[in-house]
């Protein structure tokens, strides 16, 4: 059975810059390795870092979406989660998690990696889930 996933924003913020860990992790996704679930707010926090950090136009960041969107399995999370994380933008992470029955969650924030496990689902960098692949 292949392992689960959700990517945090920064991961996804991560393989569309630069060509590090996090683009690793995203292209075993889209190549289909296994399956990653995402959330309409994770989306919308992703298309608001690209064009306030990267300056992406807003044709810029809806090719990203899209591309991102022919591969990722987006679900629907009622947002009852709260004051779990420092950050509450941290909680829609955890929460698409749940929701999809994820068993990692893929993350370079501090504040995610500090609880190493929520209900049964691990928080790992994205250099620790390429090693959980080639297992």
């Known amino acids: ?3 689960t996933a959700v990517f945090d924003t920064n991961i996804l913020f991560s393989a569309t810059g630069w060509r590090g860990n996090p683009f690793q992790c995203v292209e075993r996704a889209r190549a289909g390795e296994f399956p990653v679930f995402a959330c309409p ?3 919308e926090e992703l298309a608001e870092k690209l064009e306030t950090r990267l300056h992406f136009s807003a044709v810029e960041v809806a090719e990203t979406l899209a591309d991102y969107l022919g591969f990722l399995q987006v679900i629907q999370i009622p947002k009852a989660l709260a004051a779990v994380c ?3 933008d941290d909680n829609m992470v955890l929460e698409c998690a749940l929701v999809g029955h994820a068993q ?7 504040d995610l990696l500090e609880l190493k496990e929520f209900r049964g ?4 960098r994205a250099a620790e889930f390429l090693s ?3 297992i």
Request: charged content about 25%.
């Open 1 to 3: 059975m292949p392992l």
């Open 41 to 43: 707010e994770l989306m």
């Open 86 to 88: 420092r950050d509450p």
């Open 104 to 110: 990692y969650i893929v993350s370079g924030d501090k």
């Open 121 to 124: 689902i691990r928080i790992v």
């Open 132 to 134: 959980l692949l080639a």
